[in-house]
């Protein structure tokens, strides 16, 4: 959305930012800056985004901040179908070359489970707390400017709007096309070791931008 703000093609500009050195894109007079730690940490963009966990980053005064959860599971199935498509694939990603390791044929999910490390199962609660700590991810996720859930981005959205004058439009891009149905079976082991995150994200309801 931010890519496109100012009326340019969002996935041509993102594919201009991958290609681009450093990930840092200058463009009609506004930057860019996706991924480059050292960058986002510089502040000179008009929009900036990162996985890098909250607790690695030092963010310049008045940065104005948006994090988005989304459901657990959601969020865990979602990217071991993104991996199992880049494999099938065949997509050179820099991302495989780490987590390519958590997939096994014919293992499916639940070998995939047993393979990525707790860093990444629990990653919404690792992003605010490199300790799994529910107190201290919750003081850290009080910086943050807005927060939001895939359930209520529509209203992210519109405060976005409402607070800097823009004209954001929801997009919805680079979808997984890979498709498996989640067996029962590791649908409950996938239940139960995300269960901290899920206790997590019950606290950080009360914070989360509602309708």
């Known amino acids: 959305m931010f890519?496109?703000?100012?009326?340019?093609?969002?996935?041509?500009?993102?594919?201009?930012?991958?290609?681009?050195?450093?990930?840092?894109?200058?463009?009609?007079?506004?930057?860019?800056?996706?991924?480059?730690?050292?960058?986002?940490?510089?502040?000179?963009?008009?929009?900036?985004?990162?996985?890098?966990?909250?607790?690695?980053?030092?963010?310049?005064?008045?940065?104005?901040?948006?994090?988005?959860?989304?459901?657990?599971?959601?969020?865990?199935?979602?990217?071991?179908?993104?991996?199992?498509?880049?494999?099938?694939?065949?997509?050179?990603?820099?991302?495989?070359?780490?987590?390519?390791?958590?997939?096994?044929?014919?293992?499916?999910?639940?070998?995939?489970?047993?393979?990525?490390?707790?860093?990444?199962?629990l990653r919404q609660l690792y992003m605010f707390s490199n300790k799994f700590d529910i107190p201290e991810a919750l003081t850290n996720i009080k910086k943050i400017n807005l927060i939001l859930s895939t359930n209520t981005i529509k209203t992210g959205v519109d405060q976005i709007n409402l607070t800097f004058g823009m004209q954001l439009k929801l997009l919805h891009l680079r979808s997984s096309s890979f498709h498996e149905v989640l067996p029962e079976k590791s649908k409950k082991k996938a239940l139960e070791l995300l269960k901290k995150e899920y206790e997590f994200l019950s606290e950080v309801d009360k914070f989360l931008l509602h309708l």
């Not at 044929?105 to 639940?110: C, D, L, S, V």
Request: proline share 8%.
């Open 3 to 121: 890519l496109g703000s100012d009326g340019a093609d969002a996935g041509e500009r993102y594919q201009r930012l991958v290609a681009s050195p450093q990930n840092h894109l200058q463009d009609k007079g506004r930057g860019f800056v996706g991924w480059n730690k050292k960058a986002i940490e510089k502040g000179d963009y008009f929009y900036g985004f990162s996985h890098e966990p909250f607790h690695h980053l030092r963010l310049p005064p008045r940065t104005y901040t948006i994090t988005c959860f989304r459901d657990p599971l959601d969020r865990l199935f979602s990217h071991y179908r993104m991996l199992r498509q880049y494999q099938k694939e065949g997509v050179n990603h820099p991302c495989m070359e780490t987590e390519g390791e958590w997939l096994k044929t014919p293992g499916g999910f639940e070998e995939f489970l047993n393979r990525i490390p707790p860093e990444h199962m």
